[in-house]
């Protein structure tokens, strides 16, 4: 069996057994020391070495909802803000859902399952009186990524704030929170750190800090940051927490470090997207031609479904690659590169996947004679 999946992913074998070696009570000083420790090198890696980063024991999506409820202020609530969506897929929906849910006015830059946002997309915005801009930089249902320079420049021209779901981008692609002057940066564990999902790790820009600090009323009881934040600086959290997983950090950093660092570990998934997309291309296969994160590829089906590819992988040889949903579900299926997968794991889901495809092909064939 392999995962192709986008998360979460085929974990590597020592973080798979880190409780094994037995773990500490949370509420020590020991256990405070090693979050301390691990939040900082991850804040290293996004490129926020100065910024504010807590974590919260949600998958990525009571990620998401927490920065909407806690970093915005709905109708009726003290300075109501305005929100910009690049709305590009099935997260950036998400996004919209959320402002909705939470009462915050928002517009949304809507484009189709292959466009990325271009500069004449923004025209219509500028100096239009919005406050935020939320923007998931790799859009996971189809691996476009956006280009940060271009929303990071809009952002500053009208002084945004700039909110990022880095998700399924961070650890793939380069990402950096102070040079673009990203306000918010949320990751979650299963996606490229690899770890086991329900951990989620929020960074915040000093001026999202004070935002927050002087405006934030959140809804929730259980994510409400200033308490994140409070607790935070002793490496404590407000509740229980994902223990586990902070463990299998911990382990994972060691293993990037071992790499060679977070470039060399961009580097291991790079090569692998290359890798595939070189090969793909050659047994041809389709790869969409927009701007592409490492963290997966496409592949475009129009002779036969790719749900049907999806599920012949599945239950003919235990490779699992990530379907589409709505209506690109016969069209599109996604094939990940992070994750403990290797070149050769990729000959074989390539070469099982030309004989299904052939098939498949055949079969059509001799339903129309
Ligand atoms: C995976 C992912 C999420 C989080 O989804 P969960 O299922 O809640 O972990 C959010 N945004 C993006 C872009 C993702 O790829």
């Known amino acids: 069996m392999k995962q192709f999946i986008v998360g979460p992913v085929e974990m590597y074998p020592s973080t798979k057994n880190v409780l094994e070696k ?24 996004m490129g926020a070495s100065n910024s504010k980063t807590i974590y919260l024991a949600a998958s990525g999506t009571g990620a998401m909802d927490a920065v909407v409820d806690n970093c915005m202020s709905g109708l009726g609530k003290n300075g109501c803000d305005k929100a910009l969506v690049i709305n590009g897929g ?9 402002l909705e849910w939470y009462k915050v006015p928002y517009d949304s830059i809507d484009l189709e399952w292959d466009q990325v946002v271009k500069a004449k997309d923004f025209e219509p915005y500028e100096n239009k009186g919005y406050t935020a801009l939320f923007v998931n930089l790799d859009e996971t249902s189809s691996g476009k990524l956006y280009d940060i320079g271009l929303i990071s420049d809009f952002c500053k021209r009208n002084n945004l704030y700039l909110i990022v779901d880095a998700i399924s981008t961070f650890l793939a692609d380069d990402y950096n929170m102070e040079k673009y002057e990203i306000d918010v940066t949320i990751i979650s564990s299963q996606k490229g750190l690899c770890l086991s999902p329900g951990m989620s790790i929020v960074s ?18 259980y994510f409400d940051f200033k308490l994140y934040f409070r607790n935070i600086d002793r490496g404590q959290t407000p509740f229980t927490t994902t223990v586990s997983i902070m463990y299998e950090l911990k382990d994972m950093l060691e293993l990037i470090e071992k790499s060679g660092g977070k470039d060399s570990w961009i580097q291991i998934v790079q090569d692998k997207a290359n890798y595939f997309r070189k090969k ?4 041809g ?3 969409p031609d927009y701007p592409k994160s490492n963290t997966l590829t496409p592949l475009y089906f129009d002779d036969v479904k790719a749900s049907d590819v999806v599920k012949e992988l599945r239950e003919r040889y235990e490779l699992f690659v990530n379907p589409c949903g709505g209506a690109m579900a016969d069209k599109l299926l996604r094939v990940a590169h992070i994750g403990n997968t290797t070149k050769e794991d990729i000959d074989l889901l390539l070469e099982k996947m030309s ?10 064939l001799q339903g129309v004679m």
């Not at 800090?209 to 929730?220: A, F, Q």
């Not at 793909?280 to 047994?283: G, H, I, Q, R, T």
């Not at 004989?355 to 059509?364: A, T």
Request: net charge positive; proline share 1%; charged share 30%.
């Open 22 to 45: 037995g773990y500490t009570y949370f509420r020590t000083q020991e256990y405070g020391h090693m979050v301390k420790d691990c939040l900082k090198k991850v804040a290293d890696m």
């Open 90 to 98: 099935s997260f950036g929906h998400r996004f919209c859902e959320l």
């Open 204 to 221: 915040f820009s000093n001026r999202m800090v004070d935002k927050i600090n002087r405006e934030g009323c959140p809804n929730s009881y």
């Open 280 to 283: 793909a291309a050659e047994l």
């Open 285 to 287: 296969l389709k790869i």
């Open 355 to 364: 004989v299904i495809v052939n098939e498949l092909k055949n079969k059509e």
